[in-house]
């Protein structure tokens, strides 16, 4: 997690969040957080439906928190929809890698057929 969450006055998701898929198809987010916190518990640990696309909900302290990857996949925004001063994003330090290789070899495949067909061409 970055620094952009105004621990001063809010409770702000910190360090390293893990975001994983449970069984009965849900999600489930889980991590330690800091701040202006109500009370001296740390530890985080959200579960909710999986989402379908990029964007999940998630109810935390009474404000709902709109939890967003990046298409890139390289990022997780986690904006407070009610203070926005109370947001934050993290980068994404890990993935599914077996996924991740199946996109990159469809994408070097694919690339292969263009440069082919522009060379035949």
Do not use: H
Request: aromatic content about 8%; charged content about 10%.
């Amino acid at each position: 997690m970055d620094n952009t969450c105004d621990r001063t006055l809010c409770c702000c998701l910190s360090n390293k969040i893990i975001i994983f898929k449970t069984i009965n198809n849900q999600i489930q987010l889980s991590g330690s957080a800091s701040g202006a916190c109500l009370d001296s518990s740390t530890s985080v640990s959200l579960t909710q439906t999986m989402p379908i696309g990029f964007i999940l909900l998630l109810e935390w302290y009474g404000q709902t928190i709109r939890v967003i990857m990046g298409q890139d996949n390289s990022y997780v925004a986690f904006v407070n929809t009610n203070i926005g001063y109370c947001s934050g994003t993290a980068l994404r330090t890990s993935y599914n890698t077996g996924r991740m290789n199946t996109i990159n070899l469809y994408l070097t495949i694919s690339m292969l057929l263009i440069l082919i067909s522009i060379i035949e061409s």
